[in-house]
């Protein structure tokens, strides 16, 4: 595996940030506001997809971030076998750490593991996500003023809000 260097430069970023005592979605907002280009914007880059931006453009997301400081490829480690399917086209189901198959060290890394461990540390226990009935709306509720998908909050008195307020920097976007 090669390094791109644009690419590891935006990601020990994030792990510094990560280790000055930023949150991820501090860390989404800054990105942002400073026009630092996505994962997606990195690919089409060099001609490996042709995709657009569901608003005017890509942003960076929370969950992006947190994946980002999950992963392992960035300090030298190969992981596979970590989801499986419970049949094609099913969904992924994470197995137990113990049942990953796991290469150390199988090329140079980008962050240093003292680094990668210190952030893990810091970093919540994955919860599941809640249950969300469906709505028919639910991919066609688009938000004013980021053009994002809005999404559906369940409760006493369901509501369809735009996810991205918190970390884009469009102050027009609010709850709907």
């Known amino acids: 595996m090669l390094i791109a260097e644009d690419e590891a430069d ?42 657009v931006p569901k608003g005017e453009q890509f942003l960076w997301g929370n969950s992006t971030i947190c994946q980002i400081l999950r992963n392992e490829i960035y300090i030298g480690n190969i992981v596979q076998k970590k989801y499986t399917k419970d049949f094609v086209g099913g969904k992924n189901h994470l ?28 970093r919540g226990i994955k919860r599941k996500p809640p249950y969300n009935p469906t709505h028919p709306l639910i991919g066609k509720a688009v938000c004013g003023c980021c053009k994002k998908n809005l999404r559906y909050r369940r409760g006493l008195n369901p509501y369809f809000s735009c996810h991205y307020r918190y970390s884009n920097a469009m102050e027009n976007c609010v709850d709907n």
């Open 10 to 51: 935006v990601v020990r970023r994030i792990f510094s940030l990560t280790m000055e005592g930023y949150t991820s979605t501090e860390i989404t907002r800054l990105f942002n506001e400073t026009g630092v280009k996505t994962p997606i914007e990195f690919i089409i880059e060099k001609g490996k997809t042709s995709r």
């Open 95 to 122: 197995n137990p750490r113990e049942d990953w198959l796991i290469t150390y060290n199988h090329h140079e890394p980008i962050i240093d593991k003292e680094v990668f461990d210190k952030v893990q540390e810091g």
